[in-house]
C-alpha cells in the first residue's frame, strides 16, 4: 500500500488533534455538568441529563468515531503501523477499553437514567437505581478522563520506543 506522504500527514495530524479535542472536550463537558447538577432539583437534573446526551451523540461520538477513522488512516498510510511501536498498540487497546466503557457504561447508564426521569418525574431523584447509576456513570468518565490524559502521556512522551541501531 503506498504510504501518505510528510504533507498529508501533518493534514491528518491537524484533523486527529481536532477529533482527540471534541471527544476529550465532551467527555470533560460532561463532568462538568454533573458538578454543576443539585440533584434535589428535578428541572435542573432533567436539563442536565438531556445536554450531557446531546454532548455525548454530537461531540463525544463525533471525536471518538472520527479519531477512530482517522486512527485507521495513520495504521494502513503511514509507516507508524498498528504493532510497530509498542507504545502506538498500547494507544489502541486503551482507545478500545475507553470505547466499550463509554459504550457500555456511561451512555448505558445515561440513558437509563433520562427514561427514569421522564418516566418517574420528581420520584427518580430518590430512586436507588438512579443514584447509583449517577454514582457509578460518574466513576466511568473519571476513568475515561484518566484514560485519555495516560494516552495523551504515550503520545508526547513514545515510552516502549524501540532504540535506534548504531
Known amino acids: 500500500?503506498?504510504?501518505?506522504?510528510t504533507k498529508?500527514?501533518?493534514w491528518l495530524k491537524i484533523f486527529h488533534i481536532v477529533l482527540v479535542s471534541l471527544f476529550f472536550g465532551g467527555i470533560m463537558s460532561s463532568l462538568v455538568l454533573n458538578f454543576t447538577m443539585e440533584s434535589a432539583?428535578?428541572?435542573q437534573t432533567?436539563?442536565?441529563y438531556k445536554n450531557v446526551v446531546a454532548i455525548s451523540d454530537y461531540i463525544v461520538?463525533?471525536?471518538?468515531?472520527?479519531?477512530?477513522?482517522?486512527?485507521?488512516?495513520?495504521?494502513f498510510f503511514t509507516?507508524?503501523?498498528?504493532?510497530k511501536h509498542r507504545w502506538v498498540t498500547i494507544k489502541w487497546i486503551l482507545f478500545i477499553i475507553q470505547t466499550i466503557v463509554g459504550i457500555t457504561i456511561v451512555d448505558e447508564l445515561m440513558m437509563e437514567n433520562l427514561a427514569l426521569l421522564e418516566a418517574e418525574g420528581s420520584k427518580a431523584l430518590t430512586n436507588p437505581v438512579f443514584?447509583?447509576?449517577?454514582i457509578v456513570r460518574q466513576y466511568a468518565v473519571y476513568f475515561q478522563i484518566?484514560?485519555?490524559l495516560f494516552i495523551f502521556a504515550i503520545s508526547v512522551l513514545r515510552p516502549w520506543k524501540k532504540k535506534r541501531q548504531k
Open 79 to 83: 509507516n507508524w503501523g498498528f504493532f
Open 1 to 5: 500500500m503506498k504510504k501518505m506522504g
Open 8 to 10: 498529508e500527514a501533518r
Open 46 to 48: 432533567l436539563d442536565m
Open 61 to 75: 461520538r463525533t471525536g471518538a468515531v472520527g479519531t477512530l477513522l482517522v486512527g485507521f488512516i495513520y495504521g
Open 41 to 43: 432539583a428535578y428541572d
Open 131 to 134: 443514584i447509583d447509576n449517577h
Open 146 to 148: 484518566a484514560v485519555t
